[in-house]
């Protein structure tokens, strides 16, 4: 059997890694690959999931810990997909909070499976606002020093530094965070681009389809201050059943549902990394609604619409925060009790929750040079 190929796409939380994702299994779709996605969080219940599978994409998920962790998952999920539908390109999207994945990830691929896949460059994505704000470039919202050192340490072991939704900056800004990422990380390639509107996409999947990941030494990672910067961030993953008597109108439900959130998050100190939502309607065709906040000062926006009223459905709420994950829980199900006072009739049953701090990292393997 002919070699798979293998392209895992990470970066911070918010930096729309999913959207990317999306756009380039739509790109080897259409060029005739068959593509298999595999999504990745500390928990389950992912909103990734849900609108990868609604858009047709075959996908497997692996909850409870990153890929570095839960190695033989990974794999387990390759060859579920590898039954089901054959896939000859693997897309692989770890936790947001996760580094160290050359070392723990595509390098022990590589020495034990590589028979089976050839390894893509490992491309990193980086929200721009955010980037700007954690280089000193720009004023506003940021994270501790402790998560801060994860966020850098992504960089540091990119193959390919891919600053992502540059539509949010203008030509000077741009040319800023591209010349200081570049004196930063002088290994990693640099490019700007936008999953939204497919601005610049073309040399970065040109790029990432056919060359082979580099040789050479793992990064180092000093794995205390990495537990202890995982273990800073507040983590909730919950499902909630929405009920009518009459149709209403589902976007304007999830709209609300995250602006609330967000203003009692606000309200309470926590430092949002990304906040996103999903509405899966009980009737219908597999149309969903999808909401992303990457940023306190961020405007949720709605990528995915629903094209009419709905009388039931189903709510995936992903909440990933600097806070205590009791603050997280709090705010939500004070958010879900509020906005069914503003749509008369409107029920919101919290059915699924999960509220915690992500544990000490424990990678499988840790190979420190490519095998």
């Given amino acids: ?44 219940e992912l909103v990734d999931t849900a609108m990868l599978r609604s858009r047709g994409f075959a996908t497997e998920e692996i909850p409870g810990g990153c890929f570095c962790c839960r190695f033989n998952s990974l794999v387990d999920a390759a060859n579920k997909l590898t039954e089901n539908t054959r896939p000859d390109v693997f897309i692989a999207e770890p936790v947001g909070s996760c580094t160290d994945l050359v070392a723990t990830v595509t390098y022990p691929l590589r020495r034990m499976y590589g028979a089976s896949f050839s390894i893509a460059p490992l491309s990193v994505l980086v929200d721009p606002v955010r980037a700007r704000r954690v280089f000193g470039l720009a004023e506003g919202g940021n994270f501790s020093e402790k998560v801060t050192y994860i966020y850098r340490k992504q ?15 203008d030509t000077a800004q741009l040319a800023e965070l591209t010349a200081k990422l570049a004196a930063e990380f002088p290994k990693a390639g640099v490019l700007a681009v936008s999953a939204r509107t497919g601005a610049g996409l073309d040399e970065w ?41 009459a149709p209403f109108e589902g976007n304007a439900v999830l709209r609300a549902l995250a602006r609330r959130t967000q203003e009692l998050l606000n309200a309470d100190g ?17 149309d969903i609604a999808v909401i992303n906040l990457v940023r306190n000062d961020f405007v949720p926006e709605l990528s995915q619409e629903l094209p009419e009223e709905i ?40 059915e699924h929750s999960e509220h915690f701090r992500p544990g000490k990292p424990q990678p499988t393997h840790r190979d420190l040079k490519r095998g």
């Fill in 1 to 44: 059997m002919p070699q798979a190929r293998y392209i895992m796409i990470g970066g911070f939380l918010g930096a729309g890694k999913t959207t990317a994702v999306a756009k380039l299994a739509e790109r080897l779709h259409s060029q005739g690959r068959r593509v298999g996605l595999i999504t990745n969080d500390q928990g389950s």
């Fill in 155 to 169: 960089l540091e072991e990119a193959d390919l530094i891919v600053i992502n939704k540059r539509e949010l900056l």
């Fill in 205 to 245: 999947f040109a790029r990432i389809a056919i060359a082979e990941q580099p040789p050479g030494d793992a990064m180092a990672v000093d794995y205390a201050v990495y537990a202890e910067g995982e273990a800073l961030l507040g983590w909730l993953n919950c499902t909630v059943a929405l009920t009518a008597p």
């Fill in 270 to 286: 926590a430092e949002i990394a990304h906040l996103k939502m999903t509405l899966s309607p009980n009737e219908g065709l597999g």
């Fill in 311 to 350: 009388t039931s459905g189903q709510v995936i709420i992903n909440c990933r925060a600097e806070a205590a994950p009791e603050t997280l829980r709090a705010a939500v199900e004070r958010a879900l009790v509020e906005v069914g006072g503003e749509f008369p009739g409107l029920s919101l049953q919290l």
